[in-house]
């Protein structure tokens, strides 16, 4: 059974930092293609960052330069590093994997079938 755990979301204020993990079990992360999205208070699912099997990272334009999307294979672990934060990245941030889509579909969420419960980021001005 695979579980995604996320954590390390939390209040702050704009211009701050903070580092989300996703800790998984029942899937290896090694090769694994994976996905960091976000839902805004307005209820909209957004791709904030993937990453490739082979380590290759893509960004929503909106993050490009703020945030740093890494794993740890031998923790099992995706981290989402983010940095100059704005009110505007105030959302619940989920980790996603089991991606069946192609290079062109990494940011959208229909192509990943395991997702975490979320981590809360609120930013303040």
């Known amino acids: 059974q695979v579980q995604l755990v996320e954590s390390g979301g939390g209040s702050v204020q704009a211009g701050g930092s903070l580092r989300l993990s996703c800790a998984g079990s029942?899937?290896?992360?090694?090769?694994?293609?994976m996905a960091w999205f976000r839902q805004t208070p307005e209820n909209k699912r957004e791709g904030v960052a993937s990453?490739?099997?082979?380590?290759?990272?893509l960004y929503t334009d909106s993050v490009k330069g703020r945030i740093t999307i890494t794993r740890d294979a031998a923790r099992n672990t995706l981290y989402l590093q983010m940095g100059s934060l704005t009110s505007e990245d105030t959302a619940m941030y989920y980790c996603?994997?089991?991606?069946?889509?192609?290079?062109?579909?990494?940011?959208?969420?229909?192509?990943?079938?395991?997702w975490g419960q979320g981590t809360q980021v609120t930013v303040s001005s």
């Open positions: 990453i490739s099997a082979v380590d290759i990272p």
């Open positions: 996603a994997a089991g991606f069946s889509g192609t290079v062109g579909n990494r940011l959208l969420d229909r192509y990943y079938s395991y």
């Open positions: 029942g899937i290896a992360y090694s090769g694994l293609p």
